[in-house]
C-alpha cells in the first residue's frame, strides 16, 4: 500500500521560501509519476507541479512557473517542492500525490490514485 506523508509547510511572510517534503513508502519512486497539488478555502483543487519518474520531465501551472521547483530524491522516496517568492494567494492545503502510469493531463487530481494528508502553508502580506 503506497503511503505518503507531507511535512514542511508553516507560516510565513509575502516573498518568503518554504520547502516542502513528501515522504514515500510502500513502493518504489523510480516508477510512479508525482505531483503537488493545492487547494485553498472555497477554491477547487489545482495542479501545482508534477515529475517523472526518473526526474527528466516536470510540469508547472502557470501561476507557479520560475517561483516553484519540485523535485525527487528516489534513494529517500521523497519528493520535495521548493517554495520561494511566495505570495498570499499561494496560501492553500498542499498535497502530494502518486499514481504509476502515465496519460492524461498531469493536473487531473482524479487521475492519482494515492495522497497525502497535506501540509497548512499560509502566506501573510
Known amino acids: 500500500q503506497v503511503q505518503l506523508v507531507e511535512s514542511g509547510g508553516g507560516s510565513v511572510q509575502a516573498g518568503g521560501s518554504l520547502r516542502l517534503s513528501c515522504a514515500a513508502s510502500?513502493?518504489?519512486?523510480?516508477?510512479?509519476?508525482m505531483g503537488w497539488f493545492r487547494q485553498a478555502p472555497g477554491k477547487e483543487r489545482e495542479g501545482v507541479a508534477a515529475?517523472?519518474?526518473?526526474?527528466?520531465?516536470?510540469y508547472y501551472a502557470d501561476s507557479v512557473k520560475g517561483r516553484f521547483t519540485i523535485s525527487q530524491d528516489n534513494a529517500k522516496n521523497t519528493l520535495y517542492l521548493r517554495m520561494s517568492s511566495l505570495q498570499p494567494e499561494d496560501t492553500a492545503m498542499y498535497y502530494c500525490?502518486?499514481?504509476?502510469?502515465?496519460?492524461?493531463?498531469?493536473?487531473?487530481?482524479?487521475?492519482?490514485?494515492?495522497w497525502g494528508q497535506g501540509t497548512q502553508v499560509t502566506v501573510s502580506s
Open positions: 500525490a502518486a499514481r504509476s502510469f502515465y496519460g492524461g493531463e498531469w493536473y487531473s487530481g482524479n487521475l492519482y490514485p494515492y
Open positions: 510502500g513502493y518504489t519512486g523510480r516508477n510512479y509519476w
Open positions: 515529475i517523472s519518474p526518473g526526474g527528466g520531465t516536470t
